[in-house]
């Protein structure tokens, strides 16, 4: 299977203010959204504006960057609040109710029908005021609302034409991926529009989610950077892009500027004052960094051989770690090469010996497994 065509809307600014620890300035808003328009999302989603007079004054402010990513506030299925964000300027109205028993019951209480109606009236008048408002609907909790449910209340909306999106939201991270398949292929099955999934991380599962609903027929995803957000947050802007990279390189690099991403990363872990985690994809620590012995020899001929992202296209470093117990001679020679220092294979299997016997005793730095290199240099 491929991706079609796709987009992605980056929640880092609605989605990632709910995360525990951050607590973005109007100026940190800016920032972020000039680097997230500046790497290519195709939207950006933002805070309801009603939410208090500095998320309204915020949501004006973005509106009026003239960015190239689309501004869509994030709104309860409401005319007040829709009303707010159409003076703001947004482009896009992305509004949601929750759909599953549990939810419905702890906010409007209305079934399956009653959220028809409601919608229904609320799309109405916003095609009334703002005829040519991009205009979402999302289930909050899709994947806890019973599938006939769902599609009763997608059917009926679908059928008013008055809606370019219709989101499935994962909000607990209850799904899997051969779910969200399943669950997207019915709804598109029963929409005729784009389809907009947002998947939290809770198990783990929010990339390989986001790629199942792309697989089986959604046209957006929901991102946030770093995958900040409620609880432990959604699908990571840089977790999607490496999944998405992996199936189509040439497409990416088309799409986006991924040589902003790293940087985007660095700007929104120190605006939330977290580090980036080691692991993370793409812009982790460890991300490009070659360890066994095996691994180091193959990527130092080969980088493919145990590489499905080039560091390069991200304009990251490849590293491969020679000064420890696990090295081979090869990856001596390599460094032995770097500095300059020829030596033959005989020698570079002495240092290789003694090296790995001063790493079982303590983890060794670069620089003294230089040293060792260029003491058996001068010894020859
Ligand atoms: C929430 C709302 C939401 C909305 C997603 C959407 C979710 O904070 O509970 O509008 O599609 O996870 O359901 O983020
Ligand atoms: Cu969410």
């Not at 034409?161 to 607990?172: C, K, Q, S």
């Not at 980036?276 to 460890?286: E, K, L, R, Y």
């Given at each position: 299977?491929?991706?079609?065509?796709?987009?992605?809307?980056?929640?880092?600014?609605?989605?990632?203010?709910?995360?525990?620890?951050?607590?973005?300035?109007?100026?940190?808003?800016?920032?972020?959204?000039?680097?997230?328009?500046?790497?290519?999302?195709?939207?950006?989603?933002?805070?309801?504006?009603?939410?208090?007079?500095?998320?309204?004054?915020?949501?004006?402010?973005?509106?009026?960057?003239?960015?190239?990513?689309?501004?869509?506030?994030?709104?309860?299925?409401?005319?007040?609040?829709?009303?707010?964000?159409?003076?703001?300027?947004?482009?896009?109205?992305?509004?949601?109710?929750?759909?599953?028993?549990?939810l419905?019951?702890?906010?409007?209480?209305?079934?399956?029908?009653?959220?028809?109606?409601?919608?229904?009236?609320?799309?109405?008048?916003?095609?009334?005021?703002?005829?040519?408002?991009?205009?979402?609907?999302?289930?909050e909790d899709a994947f806890?609302?019973?599938?006939?449910?769902?599609?009763?209340?997608?059917?009926?909306?679908?059928?008013?034409?008055?809606?370019?999106?219709?989101?499935?939201a994962d909000t607990v991270?209850?799904?899997?991926?051969?779910?969200?398949?399943?669950?997207?292929?019915?709804?598109?099955?029963?929409?005729?529009?784009?389809?907009?999934?947002h998947?939290h991380?809770?198990?783990?599962?929010?990339?390989?989610?986001?790629?199942?609903?792309?697989?089986?027929?959604?046209?957006?995803?929901?991102?946030?950077?770093?995958?900040?957000?409620?609880?432990?947050?959604?699908?990571?802007?840089?977790?999607?892009?490496?999944?998405?990279?992996?199936?189509?390189?040439?497409?990416?690099?088309?799409?986006?500027?991924?040589?902003?991403?790293?940087?985007?990363?660095?700007?929104?872990?120190?605006?939330?004052?977290?580090?980036?985690?080691?692991?993370?994809?793409?812009?982790?620590?460890?991300?490009?960094?070659?360890?066994?012995?095996?691994?180091?020899?193959?990527?130092?001929?080969?980088?493919?051989?145990?590489?499905?992202?080039?560091?390069?296209?991200?304009?990251?470093?490849?590293?491969?770690?020679?000064?420890?117990?696990?090295?081979?001679?090869?990856?001596?020679?390599?460094?032995?090469?770097?500095?300059?220092?020829?030596?033959?294979?005989?020698?570079?299997?002495?240092?290789?010996?003694?090296?790995?016997?001063?790493?079982?005793?303590?983890?060794?730095?670069?620089?003294?497994?230089?040293?060792?290199?260029?003491?058996?240099?001068?010894?020859?």
């Amino acid at each position: 299977m491929s991706i079609g065509k796709f987009n992605i809307v980056d929640t880092t600014l609605r989605e990632g203010e709910q995360f525990a620890e951050s607590d973005f300035s109007s100026e940190d808003k800016v920032e972020i959204a000039q680097a997230l328009n500046a790497f290519g999302v195709e939207y950006i989603e933002v805070t309801s504006p009603i939410v208090s007079p500095r998320s309204r004054y915020d949501c004006e402010r973005l509106a009026s960057l003239g960015l190239k990513s689309r501004i869509a506030a994030h709104v309860r299925c409401r005319e007040a609040d829709i009303t707010e964000a159409l003076d703001c300027g947004v482009t896009a109205i992305n509004m949601f109710m929750a759909s599953s028993p549990l939810l419905r019951g702890h906010s409007h209480g209305r079934d399956a029908s009653e959220i028809v109606k409601r919608v229904i009236d609320v799309a109405s008048w916003v095609r009334s005021v703002a005829p040519d408002i991009e205009l979402r609907f999302s289930c909050e909790d899709a994947f806890r609302t019973p599938v006939a449910e769902l599609l009763e209340i997608y059917r009926p909306l679908s059928a008013t034409g008055l809606f370019n999106r219709f989101g499935v939201a994962d909000t607990v991270s209850i799904a899997t991926p051969m779910v969200v398949m399943e669950r997207v292929g019915q709804i598109a099955n029963v929409v005729g529009t784009d389809i907009e999934f947002h998947g939290h991380n809770d198990t783990g599962c929010a990339i390989a989610n986001a790629h199942a609903a792309l697989m089986a027929g959604a046209t957006h995803i929901d991102t946030c950077v770093l995958g900040i957000g409620e609880r432990n947050g959604i699908t990571a802007l840089e977790g999607l892009v490496a999944c998405l990279y992996v199936m189509d390189a040439d497409m990416m690099r088309a799409k986006y500027d991924l040589h902003v991403l790293s940087s985007l990363v660095d700007l929104v872990a120190r605006k939330a004052g977290v580090e980036i985690p080691f692991n993370q994809c793409i812009v982790g620590s460890a991300a490009f960094t070659h360890k066994a012995g095996i691994h180091a020899k193959a990527v130092l001929a080969n980088p493919k051989a145990y590489e499905v992202l080039d560091p390069a296209d991200f304009g990251r470093d490849r590293n491969v770690m020679v000064a420890h117990r696990l090295a081979g001679w090869n990856g001596l020679h390599r460094r032995a090469e770097a500095l300059g220092i020829d030596l033959s294979p005989e020698s570079l299997k002495q240092v290789t010996s003694v090296m790995k016997g001063m790493a079982d005793e303590r983890a060794l730095t670069m620089r003294e497994l230089d040293q060792l290199l260029v003491t058996a240099a001068a010894a020859v």
